[in-house]
């Protein structure tokens, strides 16, 4: 949420010193939530990131023929903020109970999460009903 707080301020210059105190204060925010990731640890719903989610269409905006290239620069960007937090973070939260339309995205998200962060593991809440595993690559 304070990611989204920070994206949308970077849109909006007008707001000058109002805007820039509340990007500060969102960044502030951030630092102080991984600080509580590291004296607390984390449950699994806490791994999801508000930009995977917004990736694997949870915003409706995204569509399966998001170029891999594209999946790829949003999590390397996820995985590397998180770098400092590794050894509390068990694994990747990436969707729960997702519709048929968007396994290819899912997959092109899986695929990145392989590349960035191989020793974790990715989750899906996937009834078996949905797919089978040759849709996930």
Known sequence: RFHL???ALKQ???L???GAYLYQRMSDKLVEHK???RKYGMTCSSLMD???DNLAGHDRSV???TPQ???DRVVSEVVAEYADYMDVIKGWWIQDEPIEARFE???KIVKAFRKYSPDKTTMINLFPVYADSSVFG
């Open 5 to 7: 707080v920070i994206d």
């Open 12 to 14: 909006l210059p007008q």
């Open 16 to 18: 000058g010193n109002r």
């Open 35 to 37: 600080q509580y990731i």
């Open 50 to 52: 508000t930009r995977i």
């Open 63 to 65: 569509s399966p023929d």
């Open 69 to 71: 290239e594209e999946v």
């Open 105 to 107: 995205i899912l997959s």
